[in-house]
């Protein structure tokens, strides 16, 4: 039992009473009995409280009128059957103590919060059963995606949070600089030698390692200026963007979709506990969706025919659909959940509305690009095969009015040794409200770093 290291989800878990053993951890609440006090005691590791029998006069009880909600404390006694309802063991001390103090003010107390106010407190809201379970199913489905990638014999490369060039084009694009006053007025004498930004991708430095060891995956932070203050954009935000060479964008769908379905299951299946929390308070609807994806198969339509799909639907969407536009979450979930009534991905986009490194389809009017799409978010993963032609890719760069200087190492992948390649970029956060219906991005990510908030 001393292996357990006082974890109460061990003694919780147990299968035998047990003497000497000792548990530390937060006090969730204290009441008093007849000669005795009860605590509810956790410590993390999971949703349920052990709870813990004081009797007066045991060492260190002339302190429990400080044992408030929030203190921290250390205690040792026997793991005994509990003849409460709800819970199978509980801890008869033999001795507490007070490791530190919760004053007053302390914020937690037992009642309902909104998580609006939470936000308030992200240094203190993982003490709440929601952002407890929320962040220890964060870890493990962290852990998952390694698993995913590696049991398939994929490289984990760590590439650059510092970077000189734009992945997708778009600006959007935090400046690191070591300048004062003017920036742009001697780039030459910056910190680099020339501007410098936070990386929104590492998915062409990726590419590098997967022309040499064929499949690799990233997953790291990744940032983006865009002055939005909506429930799914947040300015720092963790990707997983896997590449394979030798990768066409059939292949790149078919893993695409195998991993949706594999941390669905492994949501269902390892975070049992917290998916029941979840489904209770947060979406009635979650456990539904996770086995909508799971047990259904994907469906693909073009790009093409999804908006047809779409106009011919009847329904009057917020935002218009026509060719040659980007299709919005209202558009992906009617898709999913109305028409098609399983997981959809959308393929061959139109060249004008995707980035520079998706390859032209034989039409010349269309790349292989696509997107996953899944009820309740709509996107939740955004792929395709690389353009690996050395015209073709200088001519995207012109035509998108990017500098071939400044992608030079990139266009050098084209001259040796190119070969067909493909991947996909995943927000992690994306995946998390999936995963556990929390619909607000900042509530899945431990300190959100949002336009006019970087707290904590």
């Known amino acids: ?73 250390e205690v040792t006694g026997d793991l005994v059957a509990s003849p409460g309802k709800g819970q199978r063991w509980e801890l008869r001390a033999t001795r507490v103590a007070l490791l530190g103090q919760a004053d007053s003010e302390y914020p937690l107390q037992k009642k309902g919060h909104s998580l609006e106010f939470l936000r308030t407190i992200a240094h203190l809201r993982p003490r709440s059963n929601l952002f407890g379970a929320v962040f220890r199913v964060r870890s ?17 490369v760590h590439t650059p949070i510092i970077t000189t060039s734009d992945c997708e084009g778009a600006g959007e694009m935090f400046r690191v600089t070591t300048l004062k006053g003017d920036i742009d007025a001697k780039p030459s004498a910056d910190f680099f030698g020339k501007p410098a930004f936070l990386t929104v991708s590492g998915q062409l430095e990726a590419e590098t390692f997967a022309c040499a060891l064929s499949r690799v995956y990233t997953f790291g932070p990744t940032f ?37 379905k594999e941390l669905a299951v492994y949501m269902r299946e390892q975070c049992g506990e ?30 093409s025919e999804a908006v047809e799909i779409l106009r011919r639907s009847g329904r009057k969407f917020d935002y218009p659909i026509e060719p040659g536009l980007n299709l919005q979450s209202e558009h992906e979930r009617f898709l999913t959940e109305e028409h098609f009534k399983a997981p959809t991905t959308v ?39 690389r353009e690996e032609r050395l015209d073709q890719l200088r001519e995207n760069l ?27 970029g995943l927000g992690f956060e994306r995946l998390l409200m999936f995963l556990t219906g929390v619909a607000n991005i900042r509530d899945v990510i431990p300190f959100a770093r949002t336009p006019g908030s970087a707290d904590f």
């Open 347 to 385: 393929f061959n986009y139109p060249r004008e509305i995707k980035p520079f490194y998706m390859r032209l389809n034989d039409d010349g009017r269309t790349v292989t690009a696509m997107d996953v799409l899944v009820p309740g978010i709509g996107e939740v993963i955004g792929g395709s095969q």
């Open 1 to 73: 039992m001393a292996a357990l290291h006082g974890l109460i989800r061990g003694l919780l878990n147990a299968t035998e009473a047990h003497e000497g053993v000792t548990a530390r951890g937060w006090v969730r609440t204290r009441r008093e009995g007849k000669g005795f006090s009860f605590l509810e005691l956790n410590d993390g590791s999971c949703l349920a409280n052990l709870q813990v029998i004081v009797d007066d006069g045991a060492p260190g009880s002339e302190a429990l009128p400080d044992f408030q909600t929030g203190a921290s404390v």
């Open 224 to 260: 983006r200026a865009e002055n939005s203050n909506t429930s799914r954009h947040a300015a720092e935000f963790w990707m997983i963007e896997p590449e394979m060479a030798f990768c066409d964008l059939a292949g790149d769908m078919d893993l695409a979709e195998e991993f949706i």
């Open 274 to 303: 917290e998916l029941a929390l979840f489904e209770r308070f947060v979406d009635k609807e979650v456990r539904r969706r996770l086995d909508f994806v799971i047990e259904r198969p994907f469906q693909r339509v073009p790009y």
């Open 140 to 156: 493990r489905l962290a852990y998952a995606v390694h698993r995913f990638f590696q049991e398939r014999d994929f490289v984990h």
């Open 398 to 424: 012109r035509r998108q009015q990017l500098s071939e200087a400044d992608y030079w190492w990139y266009v050098d992948l084209r001259r040796f040794g190119t070969v067909p390649h493909a991947g996909f």
